[in-house]
């Protein structure tokens, strides 16, 4: 059974620091693996998609790496903003088949403090 | 704006109750979904669809109906609240090719 987990669960961090968040999965055999944003009683906002053949995404000060072999992604925040604040999720998407199923983290709720 | 609406955006409702929680997108997407995000345990998948006509559950049905008549709109019907049904509930649309998805901003859904 596909397992996400995301460490740590809250991060607390002054303005301007890079930061690393981490997406864990038990089965490699993933479709795609996306992050996403989500901002207090808010919905979720598609950061970056990474195909299962792809190493890495990029846009803007954020980039997303994928290890297949290793079941991990990280997602890494270059100079952090107060703006940044908010809980990141990362889902995993099993196959190309019409089910589509997400299968997500609990996410990491990040603070960045001016 | 381009997106999924979702309404209402809070609702109340008495165990017993049925409602109709309200999911459009306007972005031509034929694939939907209804999703119910609860402390500890992420998001887990209610019910999708794949086009008009098409439906299917997914981990946690129980309780809920739907149906798609047209592209646009994929309403979640609660045929008889109970309080475990208490949660934020989000429609996700996605192209044909599931390369991203686009979710509504959410229901929070009360049942005393």
């Known amino acids: 059974k596909q397992e996400v987990t995301q460490i740590p669960a809250a991060l607390s961090v002054p303005e301007g620091e890079n930061l690393v968040l981490n997406c864990s999965f038990t089965?490699?055999?993933?479709?795609?693996l996306q992050w996403f944003r989500q901002d207090p009683g808010k919905g979720l906002t598609s950061l970056l998609l990474?195909?299962?053949s792809q190493r890495e995404q990029t846009s803007g000060r954020l980039n997303a790496s994928l290890d297949k072999s290793s079941g991990r992604s990280t997602l890494y925040i270059a100079a952090s903003q107060p703006g940044d604040s908010a809980t990141y999720l990362c889902?995993?998407?099993?196959?190309?088949?019409?089910?589509?199923?997400?299968?997500w983290g609990l996410g990491t709720s990040l603070a960045v403090n001016p | 704006n381009a997106g999924v609406t979702q309404t209402p955006k809070f609702q109340v409702l008495k165990t017993g109750q049925s409602m109709t929680l309200q999911c459009a997108q306007d972005?031509?997407?034929?694939?939907m979904s209804w999703y119910r995000q609860d402390p500890g345990m992420g998001l887990r998948l209610i019910h999708y669809s794949v086009g008009a006509g098409i439906t299917d559950q997914g981990e946690v049905p129980n309780g809920y109906n739907v149906s798609r008549s047209t592209t646009e709109d994929f309403p979640l019907r609660l045929l008889s609240a109970a309080p475990s049904q208490t949660s934020v509930y989000f429609c996700a649309s996605s192209t044909g090719q599931g390369i991203g998805y686009t979710f509504g901003s959410g229901t929070r859904l009360t049942v005393v």
């Open positions: 089965d490699s055999a993933i479709y795609n």
């Open positions: 990474i195909q299962s």
């Open positions: 972005m031509n997407h034929e694939y």
């Open positions: 889902a995993v998407r099993l196959t190309a088949g019409n089910n589509r199923k997400l299968i």
